[in-house]
C-alpha cells in the first residue's frame, strides 16, 4: 500500500498535537519575566496567536528526519519567540494601531517599554537556544535575526518609491523565508543531517516563505479589513510596493503607473482611490501574476523534499505548501 | 624590591597601548554591515569615543589572570558593542537629544532606525562572542543583557516618584554594575580561572560598577553642561532620583521633600529652580553622602583583588577604582 502524497491539516494536528501543545507550553514558561511588564507584553503576544507556522516547520523538519528528542519543541518556541520579537519592533517602527485584529502592543504600552519588551524576547530566545548546547544552533539563530534586522532598514530605505523586483525578493527573503529557512535547517541540524540534506530542508523553508509572503502581500490588497484583523492596503499606506504592485508598474500604462506611484508617495488614498489601485492591478493580471508566483515557490518547495524518506511529517511537509497559498488571511 | 600598588594612568595605557588598539580595530570591523546605514550609525557612536573602560577591566582580568591569547581583544570588543547597543535603545526611551557632547543617535536618524541599529549591534556582539566557541562566555553576556534591559523597564516604572535605596542600587546594578562584573568575570573564564577566583573578579567589578554610576549620577547633579556634554540634571529632569537626591529625599524637611518631588513629579525646574536643589542637597550633605559611599565601593573592589599575584596588570586594577571616583565626567 502506497501512502498518498498529501495529509489533511486535521491528520497533521493529530500528529502533532502533543508537540505543539509542548511549544505553548516552553513559550508560557519562558516569556515570565521578574519585570512585571514584560511579562505582560510577553503574555499579551503570545495569547494574540498566529499560526505558529515557523515550530510546526521546525518539527516537521526534524521529526521527518527521525529526530525524536526534546529539542524540537524547545527550538520551536524559541523560532516563535524570534518571530514575536521582530513584530514587536516592527509594530513600532511601522506606527501600527492593530496586530491580528488586537490593538498593537506600542499603541498599549507605549513605544518606549516595547522597544525593551522586543529585546528581552530577542535574548530570551538566545537563552533557551543556549540550553541546547548546540553552537551551529546559535550560528543560524543569530546570523538569521541579523539577516532580518537589517531587512527591515533596507525596507525602511524603499518607503515610498518603486522598488524592483529583485529588491522584492531581497526584502520578502529578509521579512519571511529567511525565518522559515532556519526553521527547517534547525530540525535538520537537531537530526544530525548531512550538509546536502541541510541544504535540502533549507530550501524548503525558503521557497515556502517566499510563498507565504508573496500571498501575505496580495491578502493585503484585496482581503478585508474584518479579515486581515487590519486595515487593508497597509502596505501601500506605509509606502511599500509588493510584488503586484510592482508587476502593475513594470506592465500598467502611464496613468496606471502615475496612480500607483501617487499612493506610494502619499502613504494615503487621498488623491487615488483603493478601488483605482485594484482596478489597475486587475486589467494588468497583477494579482494572478503574484498568485502564480507563490504556486511556483509552493512547488519548488515540494520538490525539494524529494530525497526525504516516505512519513507521515513528510506527507505534512507537503501538505502546508498547498495551505500556505490557499489561506484567506 | 616590593612593587608599589597602585600605578598610573600612564603606565596602564602603555601597558595595554597594543590591545587596546586591537580592540579598537575589532569594533570597527564588527561593525560594518551590508547595510550602509547601520554602518553610519554603528561608526557614528564608535568614532563618538567613550571611555571603553569595560573593555579595559576585561583586558585586565583575563591579563591579571595570566591569559595571554587573542579573546581578550574579542571580548573586548564584544562588551563595548553590548554597551553600545544599550545606548542607542536608551537614547531613544529616554528621547535624548545629546550624548557625549554630540547629537544623540536618534535625533539624526530618526527612531525607527535606532530600534533596529540598536538590535543589529546586539546581535553582531553576540555573533562575535560565538566566535570564541565558549557557551560561559555565551551564558554570561546573553544573561547579563537580559538583567540590563529589565533594568531599563524598572526604571521606567520608578520615573517621577521617590525609589527608595533599595531600588536604587538594583537599578543601578542592572544598568552598570552588571555589565562590569561581566566584563570581569569573562576575563576569568579566558584564564580558566576556578569558581572562587571568578567570583572575587566578579565581586571587583560589581563594586567598581556602583562606585560608578554613583559618581556618574553625582555628576549629573553637579558638574556643568560643557563638562558633561549634556544637559545637567537630565537625570531630574526624566523623573530619576539617584543617590543623594533619594539622601536628601530621606533626610531633608518637609519643605525639601516637597522642592524635590516637585521637579520629579514635573520633570523640570519651572516650579522649582536647579538651585534650591542643589542648596538642598548641600544643607544635608547628600552629595558628601553619595561620594563617600562611593568610595567604600571603590574600597571593596580593591579588597576583592586580594587573591591575584602580583603584576602590573593587578596594580592597574588596583588604580582603577580612584580614577572612577576621581573623574570629572
Not at 515557523?54 to 516537521?60: D, E, F, H, T
Not at 482581503?223 to 499606506?237: I, N, Q, Y
Request: proline share 2%; net charge negative; aromatic share 6%.
Amino acid at each position: 500500500m502506497s501512502t498518498p502524497t498529501i495529509a489533511t491539516a486535521k491528520e497533521i494536528f493529530d500528529l502533532l498535537h502533543d508537540d505543539l501543545l509542548e511549544i505553548e507550553r516552553e513559550f508560557e514558561t519562558a516569556a515570565v519575566s521578574r519585570v512585571q511588564v514584560i511579562t505582560e507584553i510577553a503574555e499579551y503576544l503570545r495569547e494574540g496567536g498566529g499560526k505558529r507556522i515557523r515550530p510546526l516547520l521546525l518539527l516537521l523538519s526534524a521529526r521527518s528526519q527521525s529526530y525524536r528528542g526534546a529539542g524540537a519543541t524547545r527550538l520551536g518556541a524559541v523560532v516563535e519567540m524570534v518571530h514575536t520579537a521582530t513584530l514587536v519592533h516592527d509594530d513600532i517602527i511601522d506606527a501600527a494601531d492593530m496586530r491580528r485584529g488586537r490593538p498593537s502592543p506600542n499603541t498599549t504600552w507605549g513605544n518606549a517599554k516595547c522597544v525593551l519588551a522586543g529585546d528581552w524576547l530577542y535574548m530570551q530566545a538566545f537563552r533557551v537556544a543556549l540550553d541546547e548546547r548546540n553552537f551551529r544552533v546559535l550560528d543560524l539563530l543569530i546570523g538569521l535575526t541579523q539577516q532580518m534586522v537589517e531587512g527591515e532598514l533596507m525596507q525602511l530605505e524603499t518607503l515610498g518609491r518603486q522598488v524592483n523586483s529583485q529588491e522584492y525578493y531581497d526584502l520578502i527573503y529578509r521579512k519571511t523565508a529567511c525565518l522559515f529557512e532556519v526553521s527547517m535547517r534547525l530540525g535538520a541540524v537537531l537530526a544530525k543531517a548531512t550538509d546536502a540534506e541541510e541544504e535540502c530542508m533549507g530550501e524548503y523553508g525558503r521557497n515556502l516563505g517566499l510563498a507565504f509572503q508573496i500571498v501575505d502581500d496580495v491578502l493585503d490588497l484585496t482581503a478585508t479589513e474584518e479579515v486581515l484583523g487590519k486595515p487593508v492596503a497597509s502596505d501601500l499606506r506605509e509606502g511599500k510596493a509588493t510584488m503586484a504592485v510592482i508587476h502593475a508598474l513594470e506592465n500598467g500604462g502611464a496613468e496606471e503607473r502615475a496612480a500607483i506611484l501617487t499612493v506610494l508617495e502619499d502613504q494615503n488614498f487621498e488623491r487615488v482611490s483603493h478601488d483605482q489601485i485594484l482596478a489597475a492591478l486587475k486589467r494588468n493580471g497583477s494579482v494572478e501574476y503574484a498568485m502564480n508566483t507563490a504556486f511556483e515557490y509552493a512547488e519548488a518547495a515540494r520538490q525539494a523534499l524529494s530525497f526525504l524518506p516516505e512519513s507521515d511529517y513528510k506527507r505534512a511537509l507537503l501538505w502546508v505548501p498547498d495551505y500556505v497559498v490557499a489561506r484567506e488571511k
